[in-house]
Nanobody, 124 residues
Framework: QLQLVESGGGLVQPGGSLRLSCATS????????IVWFRQAPGKGREGVAC???????NYTDSVKGRFTISRGNAENTVYLQMNNLKPGDTAIYYC??????????????????WGQGTQVTVSS
């Protein structure tokens, strides 16, 4: 059974940092393409960062230079390092996975397997 479990969210002040983790099981992580996306209150889902099985990464413009997606394949975990956080980053963050033949897509309908999310709140 393929599972993804997010953790690492919390309350942080503007300018602070958090590292989110997406623990995976039931599949071979190196063979899958992964995305982090978020949903803010009253807004639609937004793809934030992706990491393909072919080592391609991509980011939505609003987080470039601040967020970094990485894989710990030995730990079956995908990370999202978030620096210089802003109030506009407040959202529930989810990870998702699928086999997209090595494509790095921020287009969410491409992914069939999702986690339950972790809340990130950026506020003073």
């Amino acid at each position: 059974q393929l599972q993804l479990v997010e953790s690492g969210g919390g309350l942080v002040q503007p300018g602070g940092s958090l590292r989110l983790s997406c623990a995976t099981s039931g599949f071979t992580l190196p063979d899958y393409d992964i995305v982090w996306f978020r949903q803010a209150p009253g807004k639609g889902r937004e793809g934030v960062a992706c990491s393909s099985s072919t080592h391609i990464t991509n980011y939505t413009d609003s987080v470039k230079g601040r967020f970094t997606i990485s894989r710990g394949n030995a730990e079956n975990t995908v990370y999202l390092q978030m620096n210089n956080l802003k109030p506009g980053d407040t959202a529930i963050y989810y990870c998702a996975a699928d086999q997209l033949l090595g494509r790095c897509e921020l287009y969410l309908p491409s992914y069939r397997y999702w986690g339950q999310g972790t809340q990130v709140t950026v506020s003073s």
